[in-house]
């Protein structure tokens, strides 16, 4: 079955604790993204990849880091949580950067306390 | 820069009911628009896609339009079951770049 796959979906954190959330695609695509969403702000970019060792910061970076060494994975690392990245967190694929269609995750739930 | 407006942030009808939901954007110059349904705890599901030389997409219940000179676009779901019941968002590209801009969404709750 064609999916995006993220780890865990519930994670409750201490401030400054490193973690890793991983996604994972089995549909060959090549541009992933992950987005943030939190009330009243809607769905907002963190970073993208175009493929394999590219990517790129999105709308809201700051405190987060991604790598993209295989086609398939893209993990979004959080050296140093804090309480204002309590969110709920997506990672998405598309086939290419210009095709129409995304595939979505179905969410990681990180509290950071 | 693109903005995307979504009206009304919550809607609830009784079951049977046709609705609209209606998603502006200030950028008319978009490739496509994508409508997604977001069900609680869950991840978004693409509902209906529209590019931009298209005026409507169709999918069972669900009709999108788009008028790009006027930066709308709307979601008519007929006949509502307590099963459409969701977060209702709809996308368009960033111009110039592949990155998507969503709105807010719309609490969609249908009553059986």
């Known amino acids: 079955e064609a999916q995006v796959t993220q780890n865990p979906r519930y994670l409750i954190t201490v401030t400054g604790k490193k973690l890793t959330v991983t996604c994972s695609q089995n549909?060959?695509?090549?541009?992933m993204s992950w987005y943030r969403q939190d009330p009243g702000l809607g769905l907002r970019q963190i970073y993208y990849s175009m493929n394999v060792e590219v990517t790129d910061k999105g709308d809201v970076p700051e405190g987060y880091k991604v790598s993209r060494k295989e086609k398939r994975n893209f993990p979004l690392i959080l050296e140093s949580p804090s309480p204002n990245q309590t969110s709920l967190y997506f990672c998405?694929?598309?086939?290419?950067?210009?095709?129409?269609?995304?595939?979505f995750g179905q969410g990681t739930r990180l509290t950071v306390v | 820069k693109q903005e995307v407006t979504q009206i009304p942030a919550a809607l609830s009808v009784p079951e049977g009911e046709n609705l609209v939901l209606n998603c502006s954007f200030t950028?008319?110059?978009?490739?496509?628009l994508q409508w997604f349904r977001q069900d609680p705890g869950k991840g978004l599901t693409s509902l209906l896609l529209i590019q931009s030389s298209q005026r409507e997409q169709t999918s069972g219940r669900l009709n999108a339009s788009l008028d790009k000179s006027s930066g709308r676009s709307t979601l008519y779901i007929a006949a509502s079951q307590p099963g459409d019941s969701a977060t209702y968002l709809c996308a368009v590209p960033y111009s110039g770049t592949y990155k998507y801009i969503f709105g807010t969404g719309t609490r969609l709750k249908v009553l059986a």
């Open positions: 950028d008319s110059a978009i490739y496509n």
């Open positions: 549909m060959n695509h090549e541009y």
């Open positions: 998405a694929s598309r086939p290419k950067p210009d095709t129409l269609r995304a595939f």
